[in-house]
């Protein structure tokens, strides 16, 4: 079965720097969230999209931006790179139109290594 | 706001055995969905198990069952007949059942399980 892809799956940029992380949803899934995991610690929710309209908002800094295009595809724009940024950045997806069967699939992980 | 705790940092079980891990979460929602992943050295996370809170009946997996207490708001995952490919960070996680917003997963802190040889 097809799963969440995303791309890089690793990236390396200096401080100040601008990185753009790519998210493709396992088919027919129209719900994408990003996660961000650091070292030893549990994923924390940034951003989601459904139906190409933001629906829904965490602890995601103002350097960082996100759309889902009329593909279902989902971008991470993250600008003015900082050391802290260093991070496992996750997308995952959901089928939003069936209440009870949303379980979010997983893609396996973008590493931003930031120096 | 949902809390979702995991008291315990690390367990160790030996190869063939049964263990527990232990969550608990916090919440004024009568319905939600709870939720096992499992994410292995490679960091990959993987859903082990799926509960749904209307449901009384304790969802299984294989190896993975749950001991789901609504009233006690605890939902402990239960992994039998280890295994060493099971070694790997397990955690619990709570979602709102509304589309759209409010759908994010909240994590508990993890816990690290070791399957000994």
């Known amino acids: 079965a097809a799963g969440v892809i995303q791309s890089p799956r690793h990236l390396i940029k200096e401080k100040r720097e601008t990185a753009t992380l790519k998210c493709y949803p396992i088919p027919r899934h129209d719900t994408v969230y990003w996660y961000q995991q650091g070292p030893g610690q549990d994923p924390q929710f940034l951003i989601s999209f459904y139906e190409k309209m933001q629906s829904d908002k965490g602890s995601i800094p103002d350097r960082f931006s996100a759309q889902q295009f009329s593909d279902y595809h989902s971008e991470l724009n993250m600008s003015s790179l900082e050391l802290g940024d260093s991070a496992l950045y996750f997308c995952?997806?959901?089928?939003?139109?069936?209440?009870?069967?949303?379980?979010?699939?997983f893609g396996p992980g973008t590493r931003l290594l930031v120096l | 706001a949902q809390t979702v705790t995991q008291s315990q940092p690390e367990m160790s079980v030996q190869e063939a055995e049964t263990v527990t891990l232990s969550c608990t979460y916090d919440t004024s929602e009568s319905n939600y969905y709870l939720f096992w992943y499992k994410q292995p050295p490679s960091r990959q996370m993987i859903l082990v198990i799926r509960q749904e809170a209307y449901k009384q009946q304790n969802a299984t997996e294989n190896r993975f069952s749950v001991n789901f207490q609504k009233a006690a708001k605890s939902f402990s995952l239960k992994i039998s007949d280890s295994q060493l490919g099971d070694t790997a960070m397990y955690f619990c996680?709570?979602?709102?059942?509304?589309?759209?917003?409010?759908?994010?997963?909240?994590f508990g802190k993890g816990i690290t399980l070791s399957v000994r040889p």
């Open positions: 995952a997806s959901s089928l939003g139109d069936i209440i009870r069967d949303e379980t979010q699939y």
């Open positions: 996680a709570f979602r709102n059942p509304d589309t759209g917003a409010n759908s994010k997963l909240t």
